[in-house]
C-alpha cells in the first residue's frame, strides 16, 4: 500500500484547518457549506486545495495526516500540544 502523505510541515490557513476539522467530524460536502455558511463549490474547492497541498488523494488519507501532524482531535486522541517545529 503506497503512501502519499506528506513528509514535511505544510502551511494551511485558518480556513482550511476549520475543514479539515469537520471533515475528521464526518461532515459531507454539503454539510461543511451549511455549518460555515459557504457554497459547496467553496468547500469542493478547499478540500481540492488541501488534498494537494497536503499530497494527500482522498478523505480518509487527509484525515490520518491531520492525526499525524496534530492538526485535529478525534474522541480525545492525538489531543495534546504538539511542539512548534519553529521554537
Do not use: F, Y
Not at 457554497?39 to 481540492?48: E, L, M, P, Y
Request: charged share 20%.
Amino acid at each position: 500500500m503506497a503512501t502519499s502523505e506528506s513528509q514535511t510541515p505544510v502551511s494551511l490557513s485558518d480556513r482550511e484547518l476549520q475543514i479539515i476539522d469537520l471533515v475528521a467530524a464526518g461532515l459531507t460536502n454539503q454539510e461543511i457549506a451549511g455549518k460555515l455558511e459557504i457554497s459547496k463549490r467553496t468547500v469542493d474547492n478547499h478540500i481540492s486545495n488541501i488534498l494537494t497541498k497536503t499530497h494527500t488523494e482522498n478523505r480518509v488519507a487527509l484525515v490520518r495526516w491531520a492525526l499525524q501532524w496534530g492538526k485535529v482531535c478525534l474522541n480525545d486522541v492525538n489531543c495534546c500540544l504538539l511542539p512548534n517545529p519553529n521554537d
